[in-house]
């Protein structure tokens, strides 16, 4: 048996003896499996429309990633993401028309714009405890910012929208254009991956402990020595600028904008359902439920408005029946990451 | 230097609305020593552990720990210092496990932690309460009794230098309130300053070195558990006086 050999042997092994016995729900398996599966789609599913839909499911991935990050994980019940992948995609867009920034550029620019405005929103939001108040003052800044986008029309055309956003310039042969989906599914299978990696990385230290303990309870959280405004403060403006990278990829993806497409409240309340559905507070949670929602309404598209009924009512099921999400129901050791 | 006080409220007032919870509180307390700190209900305890380990400000009053004028500070950074609490009604973290609870404030509770060093000691902090065996159970599953026990590692866990006990044989059964009492005798002998709020009056009497009887808002006894049980004012207090027996 050569070494290679002798070593999957052994990861196999591995795989084998987790804490609950089964291979299935390891953590290695799981993470491999789905990167795997993930990387192998665009190599199996040569139809573009159909690659549409998976470019969709991985950003609202992110998105449900990011916000997760808050509501999951912090606590922190923000109903104003959409606002930040929309200004991150309006900055991103707005750069590379008005005055020639690469998109490469606007993927940092439109994280860092979202992210200023992320630190600017949680002044006011982080001085609030209570759940309602923080719902309402990030939905309100919401709304605040997709008017100032309808109304600057000399700068954003208002309702009119952005059209004929660059794509992302060419990295040797690879292309980013329509013409080449699989490239641009790369690229935000990539943000997703890093995505992933920057919650996990967090989660896993000791500001993952701090932002558990202050969704648990923050003041115990205070009592114990954690300096709640400045962790709350971390995670908001880090969620904030992970939406703006989406937002940013979505706009050279798609090449079109208007307020309505990208920061009207149907975009947030898509992240949230993907979010319960999924698992809050977990990471494979929102990857998968952003797969089975975005995927599953794509294809009831034949039901008309019917499907957001369906939408509706499977909500409902899952907060009655599953309130801790899919993920954790199927695998009970989702919670750990 | 042990003669200083490590703690020290000076005229302390606390109003919420017209109801001033409390009133010129003035009071200190040594290194090392157990203070017992009883009064009916609603006479400001909590209260007054609220404004000491900073969830509260005072309207009036300044609060000197190991000299310095902490008033204005904010309870973690006042947990940094070497202050932790537990609280009456138990705030536990309830999805995480005891280990991840104890953890949080054995890194927290210093100003630069390692988070390895810390897993240890909430580790250590659990076996010394023997609760060692149930380290990875999620604090949603404990009982009353462990609840407490589980506020009282992860305050200890902080490494304070006064420890600020709300209640904590609260709803405990008989054998549980004598291993806490127990407990209590052993963390004082680590050097920790203890300030305790405790309605068992068997546990108050038996643990504190002095004690203080707040009666709305007002320190009106103050002295060894023996004075406090002959205490006129203090009989008055809790029984309502002669007249009406």
């Given amino acids: 048996m050569d070494i290679q050999n002798q070593q999957t042997v052994k990861r196999k092994k591995s795989f084998f003896q987790n804490e609950t016995g089964l291979m299935w729900q390891s953590k290695p398996f799981l993470y491999t499996a789905g990167i795997v599966l993930l990387l192998a789609l665009p190599l199996l599913i040569k139809n573009s429309y159909t690659l549409h839909i998976l470019i969709l499911s991985l950003l609202f991935a992110v998105l449900a990633l990011s916000w997760n990050l808050l509501v999951g994980y912090a606590g922190i019940f923000s109903f104003g993401h959409h606002a930040f992948f929309g200004l991150g995609a309006y900055v991103s867009a707005l750069g590379s028309m008005k005055l020639g920034i690469s998109p490469w550029l606007g993927l940092v620019l439109g994280g860092l714009a979202a992210a200023l405005a992320g630190l600017v929103v949680s002044l006011p939001v982080l001085r609030l405890r209570a759940a309602p108040y923080i719902a309402i003052v990030t939905l309100a800044f919401a709304e605040i910012i997709k008017l100032v986008a309808s109304n600057l029309v000399d700068l954003t055309r208002g309702e009119l929208g952005l059209n004929g956003i660059e794509s992302f310039d060419k990295i040797g042969p690879i292309s980013f254009t329509l013409a080449h989906r699989e490239n641009s599914y790369y690229l935000i299978l990539l943000i997703m991956l890093l995505t992933v990696f920057v919650i996990y990385k967090i989660m896993k230290g000791p500001t993952g402990f701090a932002l558990k303990a202050i969704r648990e309870s923050q003041d115990a959280a205070e009592s114990l020595g954690v300096n709640v405004t400045r962790y709350k403060l971390f995670a908001f403006v880090v969620s904030s600028c992970l939406a703006g990278v989406a937002g940013s990829f979505y706009a050279h993806y798609i090449h079109t904008l208007t307020p309505t497409s990208v920061m009207n409240i149907d975009v947030m309340m898509q992240i949230l359902v993907i979010t319960l559905i999924g698992g809050l507070g977990t990471m494979i949670g929102p990857i998968v439920g952003s797969m089975v929602l975005v995927i599953g309404l794509e294809y009831m598209r034949f039901l008309g408005d019917y499907r957001m009924l369906i939408y509706g009512a499977l909500l409902v099921v899952v907060i009655l029946f599953l309130p801790e999400g899919f993920m954790r129901k199927l695998f009970p050791k989702a919670k750990e990451l | ?245």
């Fill in chain 2, 1 to 245: 230097m042990s003669h200083s006080p490590l703690l020290q409220a000076r005229q302390i007032t606390k109003a919420f609305g017209g109801l001033v919870a409390l009133k010129e509180t003035s009071f200190s307390i040594s290194r090392q020593e157990i203070l017992g700190l009883i009064g009916p209900n609603g006479a400001g305890k909590t209260t007054l552990f609220n404004v000491i380990a900073g969830a509260f400000t005072p309207d009036v009053g300044t609060i000197l720990y190991e000299g310095g004028d902490i008033t204005n500070m904010g309870p973690d950074r006042r947990c940094q210092l070497g202050i932790a609490r537990t609280f009456q009604i138990t705030r536990p973290f309830l999805n995480l496990s005891l280990v991840d609870n104890v953890t949080v404030g054995a890194y927290f509770g210093k100003k630069r932690g390692n988070l390895q060093a810390a897993k240890k000691r909430a580790a250590e902090v659990l076996e010394f309460l023997s609760m060692g065996d149930l380290r990875h159970q999620e604090a949603k599953q404990l009982s009353i009794g462990n609840r407490k026990k589980l506020e009282l590692a992860r305050a200890l866990a902080t490494n304070p230098k006064l420890l600020l006990l709300d209640e904590v044989m609260g709803g405990l059964t008989p054998t549980e309130a004598a291993e806490m009492m127990e407990i209590i005798r052993k963390i004082r002998e680590t050097g920790v300053t203890i300030m305790m709020i405790e309605h068992v009056m068997k546990a108050a009497m038996g643990l504190s070195d002095r004690m203080l009887v707040l009666h709305y808002g007002q320190v009106i006894a103050e002295g060894t558990p023996a004075e406090i049980a002959q205490n006129p004012l203090v009989i008055e207090a809790y029984l309502g006086g002669m007249k009406h027996a």
